[in-house]
């Protein structure tokens, strides 16, 4: 089965950059480009929130426009790894932050709603001001 874990997350100060990392393992009959990363969030008291995607082969697409502009999403596919680049942090931005994977059409993006596959535990991300 696959796992995605995420690194990365931690305290910053308003206006600071984190760099976070989704690491993904555990494919059998699969392989890394089979599947479109995104990268969500929760905040306390909160629904969760789509952020980006990328696709197998690095077409990204923004989920909300309150990250545009700030952050951005990039893959290295022969280390099965997608970064999210945070910059400009604001104190709104602290939450809980989770990739996830979905199986799709190589080359392929999808919606927030798609109904991703896997799901990494989270890290969280403290922004203060």
């Known amino acids: 089965e696959v796992q995605l874990v995420e690194s990365g997350g931690g305290l910053v100060q308003a206006g600071g950059s984190l760099r976070l990392s989704c690491a993904a393992s555990g494919f059998t009959f699969d392989t890394f480009d089979d599947y479109a990363i995104g990268w969500f969030r929760q905040a306390p008291g909160k629904e969760r929130e789509g952020l980006l995607c990328i696709s197998s082969t690095g077409d990204s697409t923004y989920y909300t426009d309150s990250v545009k502009g700030r952050f951005t999403i990039s893959s290295d596919n022969a280390k099965n790894t997608v970064y999210l680049q945070m910059n400009s942090l604001k104190p709104e931005d602290t939450a809980v932050y989770y990739c996830?994977?979905?199986?799709?059409?190589?080359?392929?993006?999808?919606?927030?709603?798609?109904?991703?596959?896997?799901w990494g535990q989270g890290t969280q991300v403290t922004v203060s001001s």
């Open positions: 996830a994977a979905a199986y799709t059409d190589r080359g392929s993006l999808v919606s927030p709603n798609y109904e991703y596959d896997y």
